[in-house]
């Protein structure tokens, strides 16, 4: 069974960085796409950033410039690199991975909270 695992997440105060990690079961190339999605309290998930299976990446225009997406496919690994946190970035962070075969696989979520 493919499982997502993220990590990384906590307290911050505002203009840090942190890094959340998203450890696969599995080859991340099992994966067309792996992305980090953000729902804050009282608001949809959303689209954070993605990397497809060829490297390609993007990113929500809130967080372009500020967050890094990658991949370390040694260690079944995607990470995502926060920088110039604010308190809007607060939320849980969950990482998703949609395999080329169809089936979409979440993690459990880890919280980042931002303190101004």
């Known amino acids: 069974q493919v499982q997502l695992v993220e990590s990384g997440g906590g307290l911050v105060q505002a203009g840090g960085s942190l890094r959340l990690s998203c450890a696969a079961s599995?080859?991340?190339?099992?994966?067309?796409?792996m992305d980090w999605y953000r729902q804050a309290p009282g608001k949809q998930r959303e689209l954070v950033a993605f990397i497809s299976s060829g490297d390609s990446t993007n990113y929500a225009d809130s967080v372009k410039g500020r967050f890094t997406i990658s991949r370390d496919s040694a260690k079944n690994t995607v990470y995502l690199q926060m920088n110039s946190l604010n308190a809007e970035d607060t939320a849980v962070y969950y990482c998703?991975?949609?395999?080329?075969?169809?089936?979409?696989?979440w993690g459990q979520g880890t919280q980042v909270t931002v303190s101004s």
């Open positions: 998703h991975g949609r395999a080329w075969y169809g089936s979409d696989y």
């Open positions: 599995t080859n991340t190339f099992t994966f067309n796409i």
